[in-house]
């Protein structure tokens, strides 16, 4: 209550005294400020001074605040809650129909190729009719290309007619009446799923518009209401991908038990296979040993298999990627680098020849994985099961019954080319992959793309100072904008122009200058069309790309390091901190990264995680809803070099070097668990997506390039 100024009575026989008191008498009725004038009229009534009716006002106000604001809180967060529920019920369930919609996909397109062959034996028996009807010259020759040999056959034909190659479909008739049956009871279990999920979306509907007044009901309620619904079969389960692994000439049974599918595979893998015996008890070991691994919440240690001197480190040695995409184990797992091989020729041609496709299921414990051979170069290992809020939601039951147990969904990571793409030494700087097929890259002052499947150069841009920092921003398949900043703190900008001799060839469009001479970054925000730059004035601007001059800035206090952008936000890292600016609303932060002076090398995001990589260590943000960005992971690699992610998985690909050892590692910042994909670092790292296929380039310090090809993909599991 320092310096409070009373106001004085505009009464004027009250001579201007201050109003320092207040009427507050409940049988009063003009409750009013006083001056000691005043308070002749109001002799009767419970005066007090001003201060101290502040005073009581404020206190019974804070009081209020102190024991409502923490139940507001409280209840908001469950709206959050809710909310983040419906976002990933609403992922899931896209997943599955999308997977469930591709094996449709698939199994026509076979069912078509059969349809083909039966085809092809109609136009047979038709010729044969109609020269039957008809004994004429012409359909004597139409007959007789259908004949394939005039010489005597084994079955004493003095000719052979063509055969029809292929597969065909037994019990056609008993199919369809039981396509129909499965039909029928798809759509009822989709309808009852459908209206018991509107039936209680609504109800919580008003829940929430209410505040949560009601009281839901208890738990044996819901059960003996849901209960019968809930034992229906899963809709989703009635779907599967037929198996793939035929012979010629054999009849392909395509039956609606994938239990028996699974097991004829399994015969003809026994009798292809002579060296499955030989592998039974390495099996038996493998198993027995894992399960005492998870019992135990032990690391599991894969040189404790009986093999150990399998691993050699040699120029034909097997990668060795572990379970970096475990399942929810209660401890984090770590793996060691060097393991043994003891996945059998037998699980390795299984897999190779096979595709099976269901939707991913969590998996209850640690599973073995597998190394392949280095001629392969192809590593399946269990993927991400993120834990989902769904466990607790009606969508539990209607999509989790059937599945369990048929398959497993693994990470394939196979080399695809490694070539020389920069010359004289030089190390690559920047990389960019253009296409499925074309990786660019920069060392100097050079620019060259380089076709991966032939490793033939394409094209060569050369600019007259060394190039800092490279984008692309497609428009299509055949065109873009490529855009090179350089030490001059220019901007180069190249069109992109395709024939049909070369697909990717570029000419100069513009070239200016929008920052000091230094290291200047640049990104591209395809969402907006915008280009981003930063340099050493430490601004940022937006760059429209149609006019390429700046719409908005944003200046920093320090010199950047890394530049990120995603569609809202711009984030820069420095030494020892992280500067996120919002270009939308113009809010800014600073995060404080290191104590000590360790500078930020790489920013990545993915919906609300970020993922910064410093010079020694990673740091895993999550963004909440009032835009705060919360710590929850952190992991020390030693020396950095560089560092990127694989969006759809809590995969980071990692260069460093640790005591000494340089290294390419893929590690799971959910389960703490990280494997090395290559013994050599890398000093710059692209990743790119093309049709659910993660296409990774490295470039290392001499100019050398590796292209890695990552894909998710559902096998058996042993049985």
Not at 14 to 41: A, G, P, R, S, T
Not at 46 to 62: A, E, N
Not at 128 to 144: A, Y
Not at 490 to 497: H, V
């Amino acid at each position: 209550m320092q310096n409070f100024h009373y106001q004085s009575c505009n009464i004027a026989e009250h001579e201007e005294e201050f109003l320092n008191m207040v009427c507050i008498d409940e049988k009063c009725n003009k409750h009013q400020l006083l001056c000691v004038y005043c308070m002749e009229e109001h002799q009767s009534c419970i005066k007090h001074p001003v201060k101290k009716f502040l005073r009581d006002f404020k206190s019974q106000l804070h009081s209020q605040n102190a024991e409502l604001s923490p139940k507001i809180d409280d209840l908001i967060a469950f709206y959050d809650q809710i909310k983040i529920t419906m976002e990933q019920a609403q992922k899931q369930l896209n997943e599955m129909f999308e997977k469930s919609k591709q094996t449709i996909l698939d199994t026509k397109k076979m069912i078509g190729q059969f349809s083909q062959q039966e085809t092809a034996k109609s136009v047979q028996m038709q010729k044969l009719k109609e020269f039957e009807s008809t004994s004429n010259q012409e359909n004597f020759f139409q007959l007789l290309t259908e004949i394939e040999s005039f010489k005597p056959n084994p079955d004493r034909f003095s000719f052979s007619i063509k055969k029809i190659q292929g597969h065909q479909i037994d019990l056609i008739q008993e199919r369809i009446a039981n396509g129909k049956i499965h039909s029928q009871q798809y759509q009822t279990a989709i309808t009852n799923f459908v209206e018991s999920f509107v039936n209680q979306h609504e109800a919580l509907k008003k829940n929430l518009q209410n505040y949560f007044l009601n009281a839901p009901k208890r738990p044996f309620e819901q059960e003996s209401n849901e209960g019968k619904q809930s034992k229906q079969s899963n809709p989703l389960s009635l779907i599967q991908q037929p198996s793939l692994d035929v012979q010629d000439k054999s009849i392909i049974a395509i039956d609606d038990d994938l239990e028996e599918i699974e097991k004829n595979n399994r015969n003809n893998e026994n009798s292809n296979n002579k060296i499955k015996k030989q592998n039974n008890n390495n099996n038996n070991t493998i198993t027995n040993n894992n399960q005492n691994n998870v019992q135990n919440n032990t690391p599991l240690n894969l040189n404790n298999l009986g093999h150990q001197n399998n691993y050699q480190k040699t120029q034909d040695s097997q990668i060795s990627i572990t379970d970096i995409l475990d399942s929810n184990s209660s401890k984090k797992q770590t793996i060691q680098d060097n393991k043994s091989n003891y996945t059998s020729n037998l699980k390795q041609q299984s897999y190779n020849n096979k595709t099976k496709q269901a939707p991913p299921q969590p998996l209850s414990q640690t599973t073995p994985y597998q190394k392949q051979p280095a001629s392969n170069g192809s590593i399946p290992i269990p993927p991400k099961q993120a834990p989902l809020p769904l466990q607790q939601s009606p969508l539990k039951d209607a999509f989790q019954e059937d599945n369990q147990g048929e398959v497993e969904t693994v990470l394939n990571v196979s080399q695809d080319h490694n070539f020389q793409l920069v010359q004289n030494g030089k190390e690559i700087t920047k990389l960019l992959i253009l296409s499925k097929t074309v990786v660019a890259g920069c060392g100097g002052n050079l620019f060259q793309g380089f076709d991966i499947s032939t490793c033939q150069k394409l094209f060569t841009l050369n600019v007259d100072s060394d190039i800092t920092d490279v984008a692309y921003l497609e428009t299509d398949d055949c065109n873009g904008t490529l855009y090179l900043a350089t030490k001059k703190g220019k901007i180069e900008t190249f069109i992109r122009e395709s024939n049909s001799e070369n697909p990717f060839t570029f000419r100069s469009n513009s070239s200016q200058i929008v920052d000091k001479y230094g290291n200047l970054l640049i990104q591209i925000n395809q969402q907006e069309k915008q280009l981003v730059t930063l340099g050493e004035e430490k601004i940022i601007r937006i760059l429209p790309v149609k006019t390429l001059r700046e719409s908005k800035r944003c200046e920093i206090q320090e010199v950047g390091t890394a530049l990120h952008v995603d569609s809202k936000y711009v984030y820069v890292g420095g030494n020892k901190f992280l500067f996120i600016w919002d270009s939308a609303t113009q809010a800014k932060k600073k995060i404080q990264m290191s104590d000590i002076n360790l500078k930020v090398i790489s920013i990545q995001t993915y919906e609300n995680k970020l993922v910064v990589g410093l010079q020694d260590k990673i740091k895993i943000f999550e963004r909440k809803t009032n835009d705060d960005y919360q710590l929850i992971h952190e992991q020390a690699f030693g020396d950095i070099s560089s560092m990127h992610i694989l969006k759809q998985w809590p995969i980071v690909l990692i260069s460093c070097t640790q005591q000494l050892q340089q290294k390419i590692c893929l590690y799971n910042y959910e389960q703490d668990s990280s494997e090395k994909l290559h013994d050599q670092k890398a000093t710059s790292c692209v990743v790119r997506e093309f049709d659910k296929v993660y296409h990774v380039a490295f470039g290392q310090e001499k100019g050398q390039c590796i292209i890695y090809k990552i894909e998710q993909t559902q096998q058996q599991q042993s049985q």
